[in-house]
T-cell receptor, first 113, second 113 residues
Framework: SAVISQKPSRDICQRGTSLTIQCQVD?????MFWYRQQPGQSLTLIAT?????????ESGFVIDKFPISRPNLTFSTLTVSNMSPEDSSIYLC??????????FGQGTRLTVV | AQSVTQPDIHITVSEGASLELRCNYS??????LFWYVQSPGQGLQLLLK??????LVQGIKGFEAEFKRSQSSFNLRKPSVHWSDAAEYFC???????????FGKGTHLIIQP
């Protein structure tokens, strides 16, 4: 199984600033996914990130707010831009490994004040 | 629209008793199905997954799930729960490939001594 590392694990940020979350995988994977888990809620897919192409965003999420990079097959970043308290959530990275969607990082717990 | 429904928001079970958590899905075709567990402050841990074949799937920590196409269900079971099983349980589904996961709202499991 793939091992996924996310950084930072948590952060407290001022409103109006941006935070970039990193996701590193210990093996090459085709697709990486970013999810948001708002307090007390379930997970919602933000976007799918393929190496060498633009990320595909789900309804309700836009590139200007959540720009994503996927420079190679083991790494991706998600930026939460111009943050507001409503962005306080856990952000999770997930990967497809050998054709199986299954593995998640530990998540980044973001608090916007 | 694709959806995953977990009808029970909270379930309370006595330690040592059996457990069944319900999950229903609505997809155009039979999706890939997953169960995850999330303990407080922790990431998501994959319990088991169903792609095809045997409809009774064995997972980690003594969990199993049964896929029933006629009922569009993928219920999670455990014959005897332990206090350490107290957590949030998420059912998820995917159409495969670049589809990402659609999550249910989760079931909060409480274990009574």
């Amino acid at each position: 199984s793939a091992v996924i590392s996310q950084k930072p694990s948590r952060d407290i940020c001022q409103r109006g600033t941006s935070l970039t979350i990193q996701c590193q995988v210990d093996s090459q994977v085709t697709m990486m996914f970013w999810y948001r888990q708002q307090p007390g809620q379930s997970l919602t897919l933000i976007a799918t990130a393929n190496q060498g192409s633009e990320a595909t965003y789900e309804s309700g999420f836009v590139i200007d707010k959540f720009p994503i990079s996927r420079p190679n097959l083991t790494f991706s970043t998600l930026t939460v831009s111009n943050m507001s308290p409503e962005d306080s959530s856990i952000y999770l990275c997930s990967v497809e490994d050998r054709g199986q969607l299954a593995f998640f990082g530990q998540g980044t717990r973001l608090t916007v004040v | 629209a694709q959806s995953v429904t977990q009808p029970d928001i909270h379930i309370t079970v006595s330690e040592g008793a059996s457990l069944e958590l319900r999950c229903n899905y609505s997809y155009g075709a039979t999706p890939y199905l997953f169960w995850y567990v999330q303990s407080p402050g922790q990431g998501l841990q994959l319990l088991l997954k169903y792609f095809s074949g045997d409809t009774l799937v064995q997972g980690i920590k003594g969990f199993e799930a049964e896929f029933k196409r006629s009922q569009s269900s993928f219920n999670l079971r455990k014959p005897s729960v332990h206090w350490s099983d107290a957590a949030e349980y998420f059912c998820a589904a995917s159409g495969g490939g670049a589809d990402g996961l659609t999550f249910g709202k989760g079931t909060h499991l409480i274990i009574q001594p």
